[in-house]
DNA sequence: ACATTAAGTGATT
DNA sequence: AATCACTTAATGT
């Protein structure tokens, strides 16, 4: 993608300014699927800005295994990565593209000097907290309120609507593990709801039938 | 044809 | 809802 599209992508956020700053500072790259950005323990150097694509983030236990907690999708920022910038701290969580994915790279010492500097990028910030905060809520309402049948049905809508497809390549043993879980479950809950007509299944991909959230 | 990997199922906890 | 043990089916070499 060319500077002139990413300035496309982006205007509607940023001032002028700040926007020819992050076209010249920020590193334009590029992510395959499944690609790694960042992982849990890594100090980070960067955060990224999503301008193609979607990045996904999650948490994860060496022993217990990963939890999808949020999407992110153009224009969207990490607020775990941003909570790093401040506090110096390391990684809680591991970002991995969702398919593939276009990032700006900005270096994290920026992102004081532009807080004080640039109103829209304060409010940006805070914005992304506050978004953040929401998903992750969602989160974990899903987790204390719902059974697996209907956190899986909105799993599996979600991941249709982020990758702009109702046809899902993927295993039912990589769904278990992102709503942490085992394959034997998952698979018996396909099955529930293939024959409801909510989905189509065939080796390696499921279809979304019903696609309202 | 054979090996490997994905998915389905009954029984048990 | 998890785990085990096993089967069946699809795909790769």
């Known amino acids: 993608m060319e500077e002139k599209q990413i300035r496309e992508e982006l205007q509607y956020y940023f001032e002028e300014e700040l926007l020819e700053e992050i076209i010249r500072k920020g590193i334009h790259k590029r992510f395959s699927n499944e690609e790694e ?15 193609a694509g979607s990045l996904k983030v999650l948490t994860e236990d060496p022993e217990q295994g990963e939890l999808l907690l949020y999407y992110l999708e153009l224009g969207d920022t990490c607020a775990m990565t941003l909570q790093c910038c401040f506090g110096n701290t390391t990684s809680r969580i591991r970002v991995e593209a969702e398919g593939p994915t276009e990032v700006i790279l900005l270096p994290v010492q920026l992102m004081e000097q532009w807080i004080v500097k640039y109103q829209k990028w304060r409010r940006f910030i805070f914005n992304s907290y506050y978004e953040r905060l929401r998903e992750m809520l969602e989160a974990i309402n899903g987790l204390a309120f719902d059974n697996l049948e209907s956190r899986l049905e909105k799993y599996l809508k979600d991941k249709a609507l982020v990758k702009g497809s109702q046809e899902l390549k993927m295993t039912q043993h990589q769904i278990a593990a992102e709503l942490n879980t085992s394959r034997v479950v998952i698979s018996r809950l396909i099955r529930k709801l293939e024959s409801q007509g909510k989905v189509a299944i065939s080796r390696g991909t499921i279809t979304v039938l019903e696609l309202r959230s």
Do not use: C
Request: proline share 13%; aromatic share 6%; glycine share 6%.
């Open 37 to 51: 950005l960042i992982s849990i323990g890594q100090p980070i150097r960067h955060f990224p800005i999503v301008i």
